[in-house]
């Protein structure tokens, strides 16, 4: 019975560490390209609203997401979303800072890294839980 469960916990230990680090990656990669991309003033035209999960006991809250519209090369306008979103509805006219794809401009990401503050978290966290788990695993008592 231990090994059933010594199995489960190694395969959730995989899981969490590959979700893990194609996190890692996928928030590097994407850094890279905000930091060598050129950068626009954009207008935040609206907002995309919607809720965060509510995942481990907490409660669900309103997130909103902003729309912008800038101009890039040859004074073409383009529009986008913004990935990281906010408590408060931003308002209609205010500027954001975005990198643009200079080969494609209609690719575009906000100047704004608070995915490292997320990450820096949920490694720790996952590493203490399966520690733990390992640990809990052993007193089990199987009869």
Request: charged share 15%; with cysteine.
């Amino acid at each position: 019975m231990k090994t059933v469960l010594y199995i489960i916990w190694a395969v959730f230990v995989l899981a969490a560490a590959g979700a893990c680090i194609q996190s890692v990656r996928k928030t590097k990669s994407q850094e890279r390209r905000i930091d060598s991309w050129p950068k626009a003033q954009a207008i935040v035209t609206g907002s995309r609203e919607g809720w965060t999960s509510g995942v481990g006991n907490t409660s669900r809250n309103r997130r909103y997401w902003p729309t912008y519209q800038f101009t890039g090369p040859q004074g073409v306008l383009y529009a986008g979303e913004s990935e990281v979103s906010a408590v408060e509805r931003p308002a209609p006219g205010s500027v954001l800072e975005v990198a643009y794809n200079p080969e494609n401009p209609g690719e575009s990401f906000e100047v704004a890294h608070p995915s490292k503050l997320v990450l820096g978290c949920l490694i720790p966290f996952f590493a203490v839980f399966a520690i733990a788990s390992f640990w809990f695993i052993g007193i089990f008592p199987v009869g």
